[in-house]
T-cell receptor, first 112, second 112 residues
Protein backbone atom coordinates (compact mmCIF):
# COMPACT_ATOMS: atom_id res chain seq x y z
CA UNK A 1 0.00 0.00 0.00
CA UNK A 2 1.34 3.42 -0.92
CA UNK A 3 2.03 5.86 1.88
CA UNK A 4 1.40 9.58 1.95
CA UNK A 5 3.12 11.12 -1.03
CA UNK A 6 4.07 14.74 -1.49
CA UNK A 7 5.20 16.71 -4.52
CA UNK A 8 7.52 18.45 -5.12
CA UNK A 9 10.06 17.16 -2.63
CA UNK A 10 12.12 20.34 -2.98
CA UNK A 11 11.33 23.73 -4.42
CA UNK A 12 13.31 26.95 -4.68
CA UNK A 13 11.37 30.03 -5.73
CA UNK A 14 11.85 33.78 -5.65
CA UNK A 15 10.01 36.06 -3.30
CA UNK A 16 6.70 37.05 -4.84
CA UNK A 17 6.28 33.91 -6.89
CA UNK A 18 3.64 31.25 -6.41
CA UNK A 19 4.19 27.67 -5.33
CA UNK A 20 1.68 24.83 -5.16
CA UNK A 21 2.38 21.80 -3.03
CA UNK A 22 0.47 18.59 -3.52
CA UNK A 23 -0.35 15.78 -1.13
CA UNK A 24 -1.81 12.39 -1.93
CA UNK A 25 -3.02 10.74 1.27
CA UNK A 26 -3.30 7.04 1.88
CA UNK A 27 -6.27 5.70 -0.04
CA UNK A 28 -9.42 5.69 2.06
CA UNK A 29 -8.15 8.15 4.68
CA UNK A 30 -10.75 10.83 5.29
CA UNK A 31 -8.52 12.98 7.49
CA UNK A 32 -5.79 15.00 5.86
CA UNK A 33 -3.52 17.43 7.71
CA UNK A 34 -0.96 20.01 6.68
CA UNK A 35 1.86 20.93 9.05
CA UNK A 36 4.88 23.17 8.65
CA UNK A 37 8.30 23.41 10.23
CA UNK A 38 10.30 26.57 9.77
CA UNK A 39 13.98 26.74 10.69
CA UNK A 40 14.63 26.37 14.40
CA UNK A 41 10.98 26.02 15.33
CA UNK A 42 8.72 23.14 16.19
CA UNK A 43 6.37 21.53 13.69
CA UNK A 44 3.12 23.48 13.66
CA UNK A 45 -0.34 22.64 12.47
CA UNK A 46 -1.78 24.48 9.48
CA UNK A 47 -5.12 22.87 8.71
CA UNK A 48 -7.22 19.72 8.77
CA UNK A 49 -9.58 18.35 6.12
CA UNK A 50 -12.24 15.76 6.70
CA UNK A 51 -12.95 14.50 3.22
CA UNK A 52 -13.34 17.68 1.16
CA UNK A 53 -14.34 19.94 4.05
CA UNK A 54 -12.04 22.12 6.11
CA UNK A 55 -12.48 20.94 9.68
CA UNK A 56 -9.97 23.29 11.23
CA UNK A 57 -7.88 25.94 9.53
CA UNK A 58 -6.84 27.82 12.64
CA UNK A 59 -3.15 27.30 11.92
CA UNK A 60 -3.07 28.96 8.52
CA UNK A 61 -0.72 31.92 8.94
CA UNK A 62 -2.39 34.41 6.60
CA UNK A 63 -4.44 34.75 3.43
CA UNK A 64 -1.46 34.09 1.21
CA UNK A 65 -2.01 30.42 1.94
CA UNK A 66 -4.84 28.54 0.23
CA UNK A 67 -5.57 24.86 0.71
CA UNK A 68 -7.99 22.73 -1.23
CA UNK A 69 -8.96 19.10 -1.29
CA UNK A 70 -10.77 18.25 -4.46
CA UNK A 71 -13.38 15.51 -4.09
CA UNK A 72 -11.90 14.44 -0.81
CA UNK A 73 -8.85 12.89 -2.46
CA UNK A 74 -5.58 14.73 -2.96
CA UNK A 75 -4.93 18.15 -1.48
CA UNK A 76 -3.01 21.21 -2.65
CA UNK A 77 -1.48 24.00 -0.62
CA UNK A 78 -0.80 27.17 -2.58
CA UNK A 79 1.38 30.00 -1.33
CA UNK A 80 0.82 33.22 -3.26
CA UNK A 81 2.81 35.43 -3.17
CA UNK A 82 5.61 33.64 -1.33
CA UNK A 83 7.64 35.52 1.28
CA UNK A 84 11.05 34.71 2.73
CA UNK A 85 9.53 33.58 6.04
CA UNK A 86 7.53 30.91 4.24
CA UNK A 87 10.69 28.85 3.81
CA UNK A 88 10.56 25.54 5.63
CA UNK A 89 9.32 22.03 5.24
CA UNK A 90 5.63 21.39 4.68
CA UNK A 91 4.38 18.04 5.88
CA UNK A 92 1.17 16.34 4.90
CA UNK A 93 -0.36 13.58 7.01
CA UNK A 94 -3.44 11.42 6.82
CA UNK A 95 -5.41 9.17 9.11
CA UNK A 96 -8.37 6.86 8.86
CA UNK A 97 -10.83 5.54 11.42
CA UNK A 98 -8.16 4.19 13.74
CA UNK A 99 -6.60 7.64 14.15
CA UNK A 100 -3.09 6.35 13.50
CA UNK A 101 -1.46 9.19 11.63
CA UNK A 102 0.94 8.73 8.73
CA UNK A 103 3.23 11.46 7.50
CA UNK A 104 4.65 12.14 4.08
CA UNK A 105 8.31 12.95 3.58
CA UNK A 106 7.63 16.64 3.28
CA UNK A 107 7.99 19.34 0.67
CA UNK A 108 11.07 21.47 1.34
CA UNK A 109 10.43 25.05 0.27
CA UNK A 110 13.10 27.72 -0.01
CA UNK A 111 12.09 31.27 -0.86
CA UNK A 112 14.98 33.47 -1.98
CA UNK B 1 -1.40 27.84 25.68
CA UNK B 2 -0.05 24.31 25.74
CA UNK B 3 3.71 24.04 25.49
CA UNK B 4 5.74 20.93 24.80
CA UNK B 5 9.35 20.92 25.88
CA UNK B 6 11.91 18.32 24.93
CA UNK B 7 15.15 17.99 26.83
CA UNK B 8 17.90 17.70 25.84
CA UNK B 9 17.86 19.39 22.44
CA UNK B 10 20.75 17.22 21.32
CA UNK B 11 22.40 14.12 22.71
CA UNK B 12 25.44 12.10 21.70
CA UNK B 13 26.06 8.66 23.20
CA UNK B 14 28.35 5.70 22.50
CA UNK B 15 26.86 2.63 20.91
CA UNK B 16 25.31 0.19 23.38
CA UNK B 17 24.31 2.77 25.95
CA UNK B 18 20.78 2.96 27.33
CA UNK B 19 19.28 6.43 27.14
CA UNK B 20 16.20 8.43 28.08
CA UNK B 21 14.62 11.28 26.14
CA UNK B 22 12.29 13.60 27.99
CA UNK B 23 9.11 15.38 26.98
CA UNK B 24 7.09 17.67 29.24
CA UNK B 25 3.78 19.40 28.63
CA UNK B 26 1.94 22.07 30.57
CA UNK B 27 -1.69 20.89 30.26
CA UNK B 28 -2.54 17.40 31.52
CA UNK B 29 -5.85 17.25 29.61
CA UNK B 30 -4.42 15.30 26.71
CA UNK B 31 -6.04 12.53 24.64
CA UNK B 32 -2.88 10.72 23.65
CA UNK B 33 0.83 11.27 23.24
CA UNK B 34 2.96 10.01 20.40
CA UNK B 35 6.68 9.65 19.82
CA UNK B 36 8.01 10.08 16.28
CA UNK B 37 11.34 9.62 14.64
CA UNK B 38 12.61 11.82 11.82
CA UNK B 39 15.67 10.96 9.77
CA UNK B 40 17.44 13.82 7.97
CA UNK B 41 15.49 14.93 4.91
CA UNK B 42 12.74 12.43 5.60
CA UNK B 43 9.23 12.44 6.99
CA UNK B 44 8.05 11.43 10.43
CA UNK B 45 7.70 7.81 11.46
CA UNK B 46 5.44 6.98 14.39
CA UNK B 47 7.24 4.94 17.05
CA UNK B 48 4.84 4.62 19.95
CA UNK B 49 1.38 5.92 20.79
CA UNK B 50 0.20 6.13 24.40
CA UNK B 51 -3.46 6.78 25.16
CA UNK B 52 -4.24 9.01 28.13
CA UNK B 53 -5.46 6.00 30.12
CA UNK B 54 -2.19 4.12 29.61
CA UNK B 55 1.08 4.45 31.52
CA UNK B 56 3.48 2.96 28.98
CA UNK B 57 3.95 1.30 25.63
CA UNK B 58 6.78 -0.92 24.42
CA UNK B 59 8.08 -1.81 20.99
CA UNK B 60 11.31 -3.74 20.73
CA UNK B 61 14.09 -1.72 22.34
CA UNK B 62 11.80 1.27 22.83
CA UNK B 63 9.67 2.00 25.86
CA UNK B 64 7.56 5.13 26.26
CA UNK B 65 5.96 6.17 29.53
CA UNK B 66 3.30 8.74 30.30
CA UNK B 67 2.62 10.50 33.59
CA UNK B 68 -0.26 12.90 32.99
CA UNK B 69 -0.33 14.25 36.52
CA UNK B 70 3.22 15.51 36.27
CA UNK B 71 2.96 16.39 32.58
CA UNK B 72 5.83 14.16 31.53
CA UNK B 73 6.64 11.46 29.05
CA UNK B 74 9.90 9.62 28.52
CA UNK B 75 11.23 7.55 25.66
CA UNK B 76 13.69 4.91 26.78
CA UNK B 77 15.99 3.38 24.17
CA UNK B 78 17.86 0.26 25.24
CA UNK B 79 21.20 -0.82 23.82
CA UNK B 80 21.43 2.08 21.39
CA UNK B 81 22.75 1.52 17.87
CA UNK B 82 24.14 3.90 15.24
CA UNK B 83 20.94 3.32 13.26
CA UNK B 84 19.01 4.98 16.08
CA UNK B 85 20.59 8.31 15.17
CA UNK B 86 17.74 10.65 14.25
CA UNK B 87 15.58 13.42 15.66
CA UNK B 88 12.95 12.22 18.11
CA UNK B 89 9.77 14.24 18.50
CA UNK B 90 6.96 13.97 20.98
CA UNK B 91 3.49 15.25 20.18
CA UNK B 92 0.09 15.06 21.80
CA UNK B 93 -3.57 15.54 20.93
CA UNK B 94 -6.44 17.05 22.94
CA UNK B 95 -8.96 14.68 21.32
CA UNK B 96 -9.26 12.04 18.61
CA UNK B 97 -8.83 14.09 15.47
CA UNK B 98 -7.52 17.37 16.78
CA UNK B 99 -4.11 18.51 15.53
CA UNK B 100 -0.90 17.20 16.97
CA UNK B 101 1.07 19.64 19.12
CA UNK B 102 4.79 19.02 18.73
CA UNK B 103 7.91 19.65 20.73
CA UNK B 104 11.07 20.82 18.96
CA UNK B 105 12.64 17.41 19.20
CA UNK B 106 15.85 15.84 20.49
CA UNK B 107 18.60 15.18 17.98
CA UNK B 108 20.27 11.90 18.89
CA UNK B 109 23.64 10.72 17.64
CA UNK B 110 24.81 7.21 18.50
CA UNK B 111 28.54 6.86 17.94
CA UNK B 112 29.95 3.49 16.86
Amino acid sequence: EAGVTQFPSHSVIEKGQTVTLRCDPISGHDNLYWYRRVMGKEIKFLLHFVKESKQDESGMPNNRFLAERTGGTYSTLKVQPAELEDSGVYFCASSGRRNTIYFGEGSWLTVV
Amino acid sequence: KQEVTQIPAALSVPEGENLVLNCSFTDSAIYNLQWFRQDPGKGLTSLLLIQSSQREQTSGRLNASLDKSSGRSTLYIAASQPGDSATYLCAFRYSGNTPLVFGKGTRLSVIA
